[in-house]
């Protein structure tokens, strides 16, 4: 388990705070990890390993839904002069399918995790901080407004409660703003990775 710490949100920067609006929009935090045949080369048969599955409308991705699978035969069918093993599976569906392990999850929470990713995202490639495109849609949607607060920073609070509300100060307005946010979700103070500070 990593080692957190707390941090006043009103100090928060870089990749703590990255971290720290992640979590606010139900981003994924890690990257899922797949089954892999060590995983399950000793796992009476059957076993269960669970999928995600995707609903599209109009080429976009609209929801998620984890669902098991049973494993009903793994190994290397030989008759087909395979190298690797596979396994037969049937999905909550009822089809019956051939396949690999490393195309499901082990458990259930890894499963959610990518489900999670692929509806809200990750961190690789997220620095609100530091890109407009991530953090304007964030300040529409909580309704943000910015003064000046003075010596360069900026003052963010939110529209409808003004400045006698919650307010937070950066020295620019994503840094103020993404302050604000985690503000709002989690008070004063925020338990972050030890490891994205300083």
């Known amino acids: 388990m990593k080692k957190m710490k707390t941090v006043r949100t009103s100090e928060i920067s870089g990749r703590a705070l990255a971290w720290a609006v992640a979590l606010v929009q139900g981003r994924a935090l890690r990257e899922p990890v797949y089954a892999t045949n060590d995983d399950v080369k000793d796992l009476p048969i059957p076993f269960t390993l669970y999928e995600v599955t995707h609903v599209l409308r109009n080429d ?102 003004g400045t006698s509300g919650p307010t937070a100060i950066g020295a620019s307005h994503r840094q103020a703003a993404l302050r604000l946010v985690v503000m709002l979700k989690f008070g004063k103070e925020i338990e972050v990775p030890a490891e994205l500070l300083g």
């Not at 609100?128 to 003064?147: A, C, H, K, S, Y």
Request: glycine share 10%; proline share 3%; no cysteine.
């Open 60 to 161: 976009v991705l609209v929801s998620t839904h984890v669902q098991p699978v049973t494993v009903e035969r793994y190994g290397i069918l030989q008759h087909v002069r395979a190298t690797a093993p596979s396994i037969t599976f049937r999905g909550a569906d009822g089809r019956r399918s051939l396949g690999s392990v490393s195309m499901f999850f082990l458990t259930e929470e890894e499963a959610q995790l990518d489900a999670q990713l692929q509806m809200k995202g990750g961190l690789k490639g997220f620095d609100p901080e530091n890109d407009w495109r991530q953090t304007g849609d964030l300040i529409d949607e909580v309704g943000i407004m910015f003064q000046s607060s003075g010596h360069l920073e900026v003052l963010a609070y939110t529209r409808m409660r």
